[in-house]
């Protein structure tokens, strides 16, 4: 294993421990904790054990325990529909390249 590896390992398991610090100090079971961001009680489970907590669900933790944004209330962007011509569906929104 790289440094780099071990390093992102520690980061994700302290950041997955204080999530469970956390969640402990506000009384909630894994599985209420975790169905706040849509994420089941057993990948909550995987998270507090170490695995790396994806960037958006870290955003999700984030808006719904320090905004107090609850998961309904959040709009995703919603892409249009596939054509039954074979082409792929295309977002609505775009990224210029400068």
């Not at 990948?43 to 998961?71: C, D, F, K």
């Not at 529909?81 to 390249?97: C, D, E, H, I, L």
């Amino acid at each position: 294993m790289s440094r780099l590896q071990n390093h992102n390992m520690k980061q994700s398991k302290s950041q997955g421990a204080k999530w469970k610090t956390f969640r402990e100090t506000l009384g909630f079971n894994q599985g209420e904790f975790w169905a706040s961001v849509g994420i089941t009680q057993s990948g909550g489970s995987r998270y507090e054990s170490g695995r790396a907590i994806p960037r958006t669900v870290q955003m999700l933790l984030w808006y719904r325990w320090n905004l107090g944004i609850a998961m309904g209330d959040i709009k995703f962007p919603v892409l249009p529909q596939a054509s039954t011509a074979g082409s792929k569906p295309r977002p609505k929104f775009r990224v210029s390249q400068s």
